[in-house]
């Protein structure tokens, strides 16, 4: 059974820093894609980062150059490291997995003004 277990989130005051993790099993990690999804209430689920099977990465314009997404296959987890955080940040954040479009429940992050 897929199970993506994310953590975290949390409160932070703007310009502060977080790192969410995302804890995977019931897979075989190293063949899959992971992202990050986030959703703001009242907004679309959006995609904020991905890091495929073979470490290539990519982000959302809005989070290019303040957030970090990585993989460590032999703990099968995965991070976001998020720097420079603004209030628009403000979403809950969920960890995917694809072959198969697996979801976590995922993370509530606050950032105050």
């Known amino acids: 059974q897929v199970q993506l277990v994310e953590s975290g989130g949390g409160l932070v005051q703007a310009g502060g820093s977080l790192r969410l993790s995302c804890a995977a099993s019931?897979?075989?990690?190293?063949?899959?894609?992971f992202s990050w999804y986030r959703q703001a209430p009242g907004n679309q689920r959006e995609l904020v980062a991905a890091v495929t099977d073979n470490g290539i990465t990519n982000y959302a314009t809005t989070v290019t150059g303040r957030f970090t997404i990585s993989r460590d296959n032999a703990k099968n987890m995965v991070y976001l490291q998020m720097t420079s955080l603004k209030p628009e940040d403000t979403a809950v954040y969920s960890c995917?997995?694809?072959?198969?479009?697996?979801w976590g429940q995922g993370t509530q992050v606050t950032v105050s003004s």
């Open positions: 995917n997995a694809l072959p198969g479009s697996h």
């Open positions: 019931g897979i075989s990690f190293r063949m899959y894609t």
